[in-house]
């Protein structure tokens, strides 16, 4: 399956190699065949050499990654890209951030010790980054075999080699009877001097919204004017009501463990999830899967040490009811309203932070206007001598803003920037858009206005009352900690057994939520 593992840097030359067996090829043979220009997130990062061999590679900042595969066998097709990325990680653990070419010059002993664990015979072996602590030492293999001959060299002149090497044969022994024992995903003998675990789950809301409009008379219209809706999901323009309705959304959620204890502990874990479908669950090995199928919410496990994501789980936003789907779309509710203003270039935007107990304070919100080429769908008449089909936004400016502030950043994107906000504040920001088919500022459309008509020709005045200039989309982007969207909770976690813990030692727990926005979009 696997041949070989080559490490580049950014220009291509080689720093690491390591060959499964001597037929398989060199990197100078293929680094050719791999151009790096050429290199392109979106596209599958997979290339054929022959009939026999086939690399896949991946880039890091600095660092390309590449790994060869046999073509004789039919593997898995995403097992060699999951395999660069644990290895990356590893080295990640091992050497720290970010990779560098200077840090893998100097470990290629640990490195090459670790991708000899991580691959046996061209399959994936041992990749748990636990089991490999326990395997490859983090230290330096060449300062450990200076450090052991010093002190065989110290044994030798105090004549106590004997001893040594009688401590050595029990260490090995007391070694081998652990490692018959022990549990593949932790590491064995883990002593700690202050017992913790915590629990973070993350969710992250993705969703798509596009308005509704519904067409009222003016008397309704009115009287929706006069009453002030406050929801999100409703405009109040006085010519219609427009309605905020997901096209697709979903939520990822995911359920990170740090675990700090001693000895081999079992948890049980138990959510509480409210009737929620989680579609496409994904388990770490550590979890018991039969009693999470007889009982939906209960996790069983004996924890990696450290850091470990137990779970990873999704909600289908489109397959739950109308009423519960807005509950889900988080504490911030948006009125959008564009196509403002006599010359229709004007759009607003009000935030409604709906107070929640649990949630203090909202972090790093920021709302994306995006508006270029605005009219780029809209195709050009023959007859139309204005050559507006296309606008191009030169600009776009904050009349009116409450909190934050705003920046035009070019290419049709403006930012609104709010960083943290408490909860129960509505932040609104009024703004317009500035294109070359329009005039260049408020100031001078209203002064053109009051002049007199008769001494501007119709290829003038046409283009700038006709055309109506709206942002393509928003994008909407925050975080918060205290409550998740979708409303799951851990209701317990408790220890069943502690095996090496002691019935004295009350491990200290914790428990956090976190809501954070991946694609939140807001068309127009």
Not at 183 to 200: A, F, I, L, Q, S
Not at 488 to 501: C, E, N, P, R, Y
Not at 503 to 511: A, E, F, H, N
Request: some cysteine.
């Amino acid at each position: 399956m696997f041949e070989a593992v080559y490490i580049a840097d950014s220009t291509n030359s080689l720093v690491f190699e390591y060959l499964i067996n001597l037929s398989c090829p060199k990197f100078n043979s293929l680094k050719n065949l791999v151009k790096l220009d050429e290199y392109d997130q979106s596209k599958l990062r997979l290339v054929e050499i022959n009939s026999e061999y086939f690399v896949a590679f991946e880039k890091t900042s600095n660092l390309v990654i590449y790994l060869l595969c046999s073509s004789k066998t039919n593997p898995n097709p995403i097992m060699p890209f999951v395999f660069i990325n644990r290895l990356v990680e590893v080295m990640e653990d091992y050497f720290g951030k970010p990779l560098a070419v200077t840090k893998i010059d100097a470990n290629i002993d640990t490195l090459t010790l670790l991708i000899n664990e991580m691959i046996d015979d061209g399959i994936p072996n041992v990749t748990d980054f636990n089991r490999l602590r326990d395997l490859i030492p983090l230290s330096n293999l060449f300062t450990k075999l200076l450090s052991t001959s010093n002190e065989l060299a110290s044994a030798v002149s105090n004549k106590s080699l004997s001893s040594i090497t009688h401590n050595t044969r029990k260490a090995e022994i007391l070694s081998s009877n652990m490692q018959q024992a022990s549990v593949p995903w932790r590491r064995d003998n883990v002593k700690y001097t202050n017992n913790e675990m915590y629990v973070d789950v993350v969710e992250t809301i993705n969703v798509i919204l596009k308005p509704l409009p519904k067409h009222i008379g003016k008397e309704s219209n009115l009287l929706a004017s006069s009453k002030g809706f406050d929801s999100a999901f409703y405009s109040t323009s006085l010519k219609t009501s427009s309605k905020l309705i997901p096209i697709v959304g979903s939520i990822d959620g995911q359920i990170n463990f740090i675990s700090h204890l001693t000895g081999v502990p079992y948890l049980q874990m138990i959510l509480n999830k409210g009737g929620l479908k989680m579609d496409l669950p994904s388990f770490h090995e550590c979890i018991e899967l039969d009693k999470w199928t007889n009982d939906p919410g209960n996790l069983s496990f004996i924890p990696p040490d450290g850091s470990s994501t137990l779970m990873s789980y999704q909600i289908d936003l489109n397959s739950i009811n109308k009423r519960d789907q807005k509950d889900m779309l988080g504490v911030i509710d948006i009125d959008y309203q564009h196509g403002l203003g006599s010359n229709q270039n004007e759009f607003e935007i009000r935030l409604f932070i709906n107070n929640n107990k649990s949630v203090p304070k909202i972090e790093n919100l920021c709302i994306e206007i995006h508006c270029d080429n605005v009219n780029e769908d809209k195709a050009t008449s023959s007859d139309d001598s204005s050559g507006n089909g296309n606008i191009n936004v030169s600009n776009i400016r904050a009349s009116r803003i409450t909190h934050g502030d705003f920046s035009f950043k070019g290419k049709g994107k403006g930012e609104w920037n709010i960083r943290n906000i408490a909860t129960g504040t509505q932040p609104m920001l009024h703004g317009s858009i500035v294109s070359d088919g329009s005039y260049e500022s408020l100031e001078l459309s209203s002064a053109l206005k009051e002049h007199d008509k008769s001494n501007l020709s119709d290829k003038e005045s046409t283009p700038l009352a006709a055309e109506a200039i709206k942002p393509i989309y928003l994008k909407l982007s925050y975080a918060h900690k205290g409550c998740v969207p979708s409303g799951l909770k851990v209701d317990s976690l408790k220890i069943v057994s502690a095996k090496g813990l002691g019935d004295t030692v009350k491990p200290y727990k914790g428990v956090k939520y976190i809501a954070k926005t991946g694609n939140f979009i807001i068309r127009s």
